[in-house]
């Protein structure tokens, strides 16, 4: 496959995670990580002057907690990503990305908000024919939330 090819793979992986994590599909979007792949939330905070993670996953721990999602009380409202256009760098068998995201949120009386802004800084590889998640680090703009969200972003 060209490099040019090998990119827009990686650009429509990135689509399709963000399409999975709307539609509520978290076993297939949990699929998209390599057995050894990381999920991370991160914030800059002003206030102390230093990075904090909110989350850090493996796969393991993804699957397991997003399994028993649907059993606990939570946000009942949409979601909806609008992505930029990603920015990827390929090279061989691994590659890097970023995408800047907006995260729209619909209470289930219909009314739309501006959930979240960030961006995806995503470590890739290809342990075959497939493009999967190595490291998935969502660096989140947006630190005061109106309801806190268990689920991935």
Request: charge should be negative.
């Amino acid at each position: 496959m060209s490099v040019i090819a090998e990119i827009e793979a990686i650009r429509l992986l990135i689509a399709r995670t963000a399409s999975l994590l709307d539609e509520e599909d978290f076993e297939s979007w949990v699929a998209l990580f390599a057995e050894d792949g990381t999920y991370e939330m991160s914030a800059y905070s002003t206030e102390i002057r230093r990075w904090m993670t909110w989350q850090l996953s493996d796969k393991s721990t993804l699957a397991s907690m997003l399994g028993d999602v649907k059993e606990h009380v939570r946000d009942q409202a949409k979601r909806r990503h609008v992505m930029g256009f990603p920015q990827v760098e390929v090279d061989g068998a691994v590659a890097t990305a970023t995408a800047a995201f907006s995260l729209f949120r619909t209470s289930p009386e219909g009314q739309t908000s501006l959930y979240m802004v960030g961006s995806y800084e995503d470590r890739l590889v290809k342990p075959g024919d497939t493009w999967l998640y190595r490291e998935h680090k969502v660096i989140i703009d947006t630190r005061m939330l109106d309801m806190f969200t268990h689920v991935p972003v």
